[in-house]
């Protein structure tokens, strides 16, 4: 059974950034996607970005391209997601997720393994 367990989230100021992990164990992951989703208060489960483990394929939410960065560590099975010039509106609830599939990598119903979520407040 595939387990994800995230860390690194915390309180940062505006403009500052952080560093997201995922460790995966139970499986090697060469193929299939990992990826990142956030949930706010109130609001619906929302990609944040992806990655495929065989070609290293990344995907981005609009609203964090160009700040954001996914990466991955095959040997390490391990993902992880550099968090920049980070605003108040990216605070949310982050979970890590893991698909066998490389299709609908937007979507979370693709995804069947996901993490417990790290928090991540960005104050201004």
């Known amino acids: 059974q595939v387990q994800l367990v995230e860390s690194g989230g915390g309180l940062v100021q505006a403009g500052g950034s952080l560093k997201l992990s995922c460790a995966a164990s139970g499986r090697t992951f060469s193929s299939g996607s990992s990826g990142w989703f956030r949930q706010a208060p109130g609001k619906e489960r929302q990609f944040v970005t992806t990655i495929t483990w065989k070609y290293g394929t990344t995907y981005y939410a609009d609203s964090v391209k160009g700040r954001f960065t996914i990466s991955k560590d095959n040997a390490k099975n391990t993902v992880y997601l550099q968090m920049n010039n980070l605003k108040p509106e990216d605070t949310a609830v982050y979970y890590c997720?893991?698909?066998?599939?490389?299709?609908?990598?937007?979507?979370?119903?693709?995804?069947?393994?996901w993490g417990q979520g790290t928090q991540v407040t960005v104050s201004s």
């Open positions: 997720a893991a698909t066998s599939g490389m299709t609908n990598l937007r979507v979370p119903g693709t995804y069947n393994n």
